[in-house]
C-alpha cells in the first residue's frame, strides 16, 4: 500500500498482471532473458518521465507547453482566451460521456493548457491540440484533440453511426 501512495495516478491506473511466471514459460533461455529486459525497459519509462520533461517547462510553477514552430505553438491575444473557453467546455462535455470508472480517473486532473499541433499528411489542415492535464506537481495527462472529419470511407460504407453521450448529444463511432 505504500508503494501505491506514492505512484502517479496514471501508473497505479494501469497496473498490471506480472509479467515474470509467463516469462519463465519461454523455452529458449536467450529469448526469455531478451523478453525480461524489454519487459523491464518498458517498465522505467513514463510520460512524465521522457515526454513531459521535454516539452513543457515552468512558468512560475504552472506548467507550460513549449513552443516548437511550425509544428508545436499557442494562439496569442483574444483567441488564446477563446480557445481555452471552448476546450474546458468540450472537456467538461466529453467528462461528463466516460463510463463511470474512466470518469473517476479523469477528475483526478486538471485541466492545464493546450496548444496547436500540425498534423502529418492525411490530416492537413484540421484542427489539431495538445492538451495538457495535471494531477499533481510531476503526474501529467497529455491528450490529443484532433478534428473529425468524414471519412475516406463514407462513400463505400456509409455514414458512421452516432451513440448518446450522458449529457444527450451524440458521439459518432465507426
Not at 498482471?17 to 519461454?26: G, Y
Not at 529469448?31 to 513543457?56: C, Y
Not at 490530416?123 to 489539431?128: H, L, R, T
Amino acid at each position: 500500500m505504500a508503494d501505491y501512495a506514492r505512484m502517479r495516478v496514471l501508473d497505479f491506473w494501469s497496473q498490471r498482471i506480472d509479467f515474470e511466471p509467463l516469462v519463465k514459460k519461454i523455452p529458449e533461455p536467450k529469448n526469455r532473458e531478451l523478453t525480461s529486459e524489454k519487459i523491464d525497459k518498458a517498465g522505467r519509462t513514463s510520460v512524465a518521465d521522457h515526454i513531459f520533461p521535454t516539452i513543457v517547462s515552468r512558468k512560475g510553477g504552472t506548467p507550460i507547453i513549449e513552443e516548437h514552430p511550425p509544428l508545436l505553438f499557442h494562439e496569442t491575444g483574444r483567441q488564446r482566451a477563446i480557445y481555452r473557453r471552448q476546450v474546458e467546455h468540450a472537456f467538461g462535455r466529453y467528462r461528463e460521456s466516460l463510463r463511470a470508472q474512466y470518469r473517476v480517473l479523469f477528475n483526478r486532473f486538471e485541466y492545464c493548457e493546450m496548444a496547436i499541433k500540425v498534423v502529418g499528411v492525411g490530416s492537413v489542415g484540421a484542427f489539431c491540440a495538445v492538451d495538457l492535464f495535471m494531477a499533481a506537481n510531476n503526474d501529467p495527462l497529455f491528450l490529443r484533440i484532433k478534428e473529425a472529419r468524414a471519412s475516406v470511407l463514407e462513400p463505400y460504407a456509409g455514414q458512421a453511426r452516432s451513440q448518446p453521450m450522458a449529457n444527450g448529444s451524440s458521439l459518432a463511432s465507426a
